[in-house]
């Protein structure tokens, strides 16, 4: 005799009247497709199932036995032969690996030595896995101030939504120089510290979360700071005498780097402007320009102010610098 069968009127009215009352199942049941999904029956303690029958209900409302057990006899149809697993201690189904077609409603109905019944119903959602979490940047590189970097994270999957991590720390917007809306993370007038990161986004649903790769991107500054030096020090040099002027500013990329004497450019570049043998004809006004090819930013330095004199007259020159300063 079929106990099912048998049973099965007085099932449909206790399905309809008991949804709410005795939950034997969740509402809703996730699971990720290619892995399993877990029903867990919530069973008084005080019920002892003798039967289980654990069915897939169909969209036009046929249902379909996924499994099937009486006392010790276990019944699997073919198409889930392997798929589906039933734990009598814990009373969890665990069903998979999942593909879309698993998607839908399922039924529970456990049976006691009496014929007392306890059943449930609830719905099954595949999720299409989180994967190729990926971050876009608007622009291949920035420059700092003038750069709005728009950064999209990209992701396949059902339900993603997005996160964003600077380092280890959660990013935490402004909604003015840093705003998040959906799936992108807008920053206006860009600073070199900002997306020094590593910048992360994690692409997560309810089931799982998955990170990108670090993103850093490349932000032009500067020049600024520049310093001008001078060695040896001194404002009055003797003629044949060495002087080495260095210049140095903070940029990124690293600037170039040019002289001028008396506000004409000097044939060297670079950092160091080394003059030997000095002239009298040297004596002026040196200064240094530094230049950011990315932000097309120049910087000048203050001015070094350089008398060569012969060492005859060294003493009155002192003097005479003297005088003129004051
Ligand atoms: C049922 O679950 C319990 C507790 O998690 C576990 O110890 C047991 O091995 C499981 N039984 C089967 C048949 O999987
Ligand atoms: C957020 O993005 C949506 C879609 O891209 C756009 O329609 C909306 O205007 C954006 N909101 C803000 C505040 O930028
Ligand atoms: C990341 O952290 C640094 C250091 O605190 C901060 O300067 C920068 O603005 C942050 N960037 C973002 C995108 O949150
Ligand atoms: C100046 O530099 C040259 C070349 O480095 C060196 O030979 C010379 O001795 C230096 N002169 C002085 C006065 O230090
Ligand atoms: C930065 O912005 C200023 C002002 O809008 C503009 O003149 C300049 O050309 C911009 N610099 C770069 C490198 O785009």
Same mark, same amino acid.
């Given at each position: 005799?079929?106990?099912?069968?048998?049973?099965?009127?007085?099932m449909i009215l206790t399905a309809i009247s008991c949804c709410s009352c005795s939950p034997l199942l969740p509402l809703k049941i996730s699971g990720v497709e290619g892995k399993y999904a877990t029903f867990p029956l919530t069973v008084p303690a005080s019920f002892q199932p003798n039967a289980v029958k654990f069915s897939f209900v169909s969209s036009a409302g046929e249902s379909i036995a996924v499994y099937d057990r009486v006392a010790e006899k276990v019944t699997v149809p073919p198409a889930y032969n392997g798929r589906v697993v039933y734990n009598q201690t814990t009373y969890e189904f665990q069903l998979g690996p999942l593909n879309p077609a698993d998607a839908g409603q399922y039924s529970v109905v456990l049976v006691d030595a009496g014929f007392n019944l306890n059943q449930g119903q609830t719905t099954l959602e595949v999720l299409e896995p989180v994967a190729d979490v990926t971050i876009f940047s608007s622009l291949p590189e920035a420059v700092e101030f003038n750069s709005t970097v728009i950064l999209t994270c990209s992701a396949k999957g059902s339900f993603v939504?997005?996160?964003?991590?600077? =380092?280890?720390?959660?990013?935490?917007?402004? =909604?003015?120089?840093?705003?998040l809306n959906g799936s992108q993370l807008t920053v206006t007038e860009v600073l070199r510290t900002d997306l020094h990161g590593p910048i992360y986004c994690v692409a997560e649903n309810q089931l799982e979360s998955v990170m990108s790769a670090p993103f850093t991107l490349s932000v032009s500054y500067g020049p600024e700071s520049i310093a001008l030096n001078k060695v040896p020090d001194d404002v009055v040099l003797k003629e044949g005498s060495n002087l080495t002027l260095l210049c140095s500013a903070i940029s990124s990329p690293a600037a170039e780097l040019k002289w001028l004497f008396d506000g004409d450019e000097l044939p060297q570049k670079g950092s160091r402007l080394v003059l030997t043998n000095l002239g009298k004809n040297q004596s002026g006004k040196y200064s240094c320009v530094a230049y950011n090819s990315k932000t097309k930013r120049f910087a000048v330095s203050q001015v070094a102010t350089v008398s060569v004199v012969g060492s005859v007259n060294l003493y009155c020159a002192q003097n005479v610098y003297v005088v003129d300063k004051v």
């Open positions: 005799m079929d106990l099912f069968s048998l049973r099965a009127p007085l939504s997005y996160k964003w991590q600077n =380092g280890s720390a959660p990013v935490v917007v402004d =909604g003015k120089h840093l705003v």
